[in-house]
């Protein structure tokens, strides 16, 4: 389960084992997370917030997460806050 919040961390947990897996920092500001989407392979995730930015995270081993950035450089400005995140099916 990925759950974001008010003060710029979005946190995945382990629902079997009912453990915290990772917490990532989408904004430093302390902008709220108010969009998270995981991947249909759960090897990537999104967080998207009221900054304007969208950032990715992938597992860094197979079968583990330990968070960190995908993208290179900035993140995705999207001008405005982001409210919803959704995978392209390919």
Do not use: I, Q
């Not at 999104?46 to 997460?65: C, F």
């Not at 995705?76 to 392209?88: D, K, R």
Request: hydrophobic share 35%.
């Amino acid at each position: 389960m990925l759950v974001g919040g008010s003060v710029g961390y979005a946190t995945l947990y382990n629902r079997a084992t009912k453990t915290t897996v990772c917490t990532v920092t989408h904004s430093t500001d302390k902008s709220a997370v108010t969009a998270v989407k995981l991947h249909p392979n759960e090897e990537l995730f999104a967080t998207g917030g009221a900054d304007g930015n969208v950032r990715m995270w992938k597992s860094a081993k197979e079968g583990e997460w330990e968070c960190e950035h995908a993208a290179v450089g900035n993140p995705v400005s999207m001008g405005s806050p982001v409210n919803y995140l959704e995978w392209h099916p390919t």
